[in-house]
C-alpha cells in the first residue's frame, strides 16, 4: 500500500502532467490557406454574388439543431480522487469527468457533465463515483472496470 505522503507526492505529479497534457492542443487551428484565383479573362470571369447567410437566434425550437463542431483541452482541473484499489484516478474538471489508468495514464473514459465539476469521490467498493458540480448537483456515475 502506498503511504499517505507518497501518494500525495504521486497525485500531485499527475495532476502536473494532466495540466499539461490539458495544454496541448488548446491553440485553436491555423486559418485555411485562401488558394490564389486563377487569372481571368473578362468574357470568361464568373460573377460571384455573396452568399446569404440564414443567421437566426438560438431559441428552444432550433437549439436541439446546434453541433459541437470541436473541443480544446480538458477544462481546468478542481479535483482529483484515487479509487480504492488503485486502478483509476478520476479527475473533476470544468468541462466534466476523466478516468485515467493510474498505471498508464491513458484515458478510460470521458463523462460529460451540464454543469463544471467540481469535486469527485469513489465509493469504497470503487464502482461508484459520486460527483458534485457547479449547478449544485450530485450525481452517481458507474465506473468501468480496469483491467
Same mark, same amino acid.
Given at each position: 500500500?502506498?503511504?499517505?505522503?507518497?501518494?500525495?507526492?504521486?497525485?500531485? $505529479?499527475?495532476?502536473? !502532467?494532466?495540466?499539461?497534457?490539458?495544454?496541448? %492542443?488548446? /491553440?485553436?487551428?491555423?486559418?485555411?490557406?485562401?488558394?490564389?484565383?486563377?487569372?481571368?479573362?473578362?468574357?470568361?470571369?464568373? $460573377?460571384?454574388?455573396?452568399?446569404?447567410?440564414?443567421?437566426? @437566434?438560438?431559441? $428552444?425550437?432550433?437549439?436541439? /439543431?446546434?453541433?459541437?463542431? !470541436?473541443?480544446?483541452?480538458? +477544462?481546468?482541473?478542481?479535483?482529483?480522487?484515487?479509487?480504492?484499489?488503485?486502478?483509476?484516478?478520476?479527475?473533476?474538471?470544468?468541462?466534466?469527468?476523466?478516468?485515467?489508468?493510474?498505471?498508464?495514464?491513458?484515458?478510460?473514459?470521458?463523462?460529460?457533465?451540464? &454543469? %463544471?465539476?467540481? &469535486? *469527485?469521490?469513489? !465509493? @469504497?467498493?470503487? /464502482?461508484?463515483? !459520486? &460527483?458534485?458540480?457547479?449547478?449544485?448537483?450530485?450525481?452517481?456515475? +458507474? *465506473?468501468?472496470?480496469?483491467?
Amino acid at each position: 500500500m502506498i503511504g499517505t505522503t507518497s501518494k500525495r507526492i504521486f497525485l500531485c $505529479t499527475i495532476l502536473i !502532467a494532466l495540466v499539461l497534457a490539458g495544454c496541448e %492542443g488548446a /491553440q485553436p487551428p491555423a486559418p485555411a490557406e485562401e488558394t490564389p484565383a486563377a487569372p481571368s479573362s473578362p468574357a470568361s470571369a464568373v $460573377t460571384q454574388e455573396p452568399t446569404e447567410l440564414l443567421l437566426a @437566434p438560438i431559441t $428552444t425550437v432550433n437549439a436541439e /439543431q446546434l453541433v459541437e463542431l !470541436a473541443r480544446y483541452g480538458k +477544462g481546468k482541473i478542481r479535483d482529483v480522487d484515487w479509487s480504492p484499489d488503485g486502478d483509476l484516478l478520476a479527475v473533476a474538471s470544468t468541462i466534466g469527468i476523466w478516468l485515467y489508468d493510474a498505471e498508464t495514464l491513458e484515458d478510460i473514459r470521458y463523462i460529460e457533465t451540464d &454543469s %463544471g465539476v467540481t &469535486s *469527485v469521490a469513489f !465509493a @469504497p467498493d470503487g /464502482q461508484t463515483l !459520486a &460527483s458534485g458540480s457547479h449547478d449544485g448537483t450530485v450525481r452517481l456515475w +458507474g *465506473v468501468p472496470p480496469v483491467r
